[in-house]
Nanobody, 127 residues
Framework: QVQLVESGGGLVQAGGSLRLSCAAS????????MGWFRQAPGKAREFVAA????????RYADSVKGRFTISRDNAKNTVYLPMNSLKPEDTAVYYC????????????????????WGQGTQVTVSS
């Protein structure tokens, strides 16, 4: 498995921005599709965004389309999630996840597809 460490969370006012990062270490980073998920108190973990191994394919939850953008830098073993126009309902713990895959062009939205998870970073958006 690959080890994942998220960073970049914090407290921001509604309408503000944050950029989350997820640094991977351990096994080779490139054969992994990557995803971001979030979990608010009392709610199930939900899909936010995903990116394929090659970076050519991305997927987003409808609730974040147009506001969040997932990207990856394979040379730095890092995936990013800039978040703009944040809303109070975006408040959650955000998790990075990795899925080993031979399909370089596919992004995965189900948490069951992923086998490595970070510890999470808290994002709090005040109204």
């Amino acid at each position: 498995q690959v080890q994942l460490v998220e960073s970049g969370g914090g407290l921001v006012q509604a309408g503000g921005s944050l950029r989350l990062s997820c640094a991977a270490s351990g096994r080779t980073f490139r054969p992994y599709a990557m995803g971001w998920f979030r979990q608010a108190p009392g709610k199930a973990r939900e899909f936010v965004a995903a990116i394929s191994v090659s970076g050519s394919s991305t997927r987003y939850a409808d609730s974040v389309k147009g506001r969040f953008t997932i990207s990856r830098d394979n040379a730095k073993n890092t995936v990013y999630l800039p978040m703009n126009s944040l809303k109070p309902e975006d408040t959650a713990v955000y998790y990075c996840a990795a899925k080993p895959t031979a399909y370089s062009g596919q992004a995965y939205f189900s948490p069951n597809d992923y086998d490595s998870w970070g510890q999470g970073t808290q994002v709090t958006v005040s109204s």
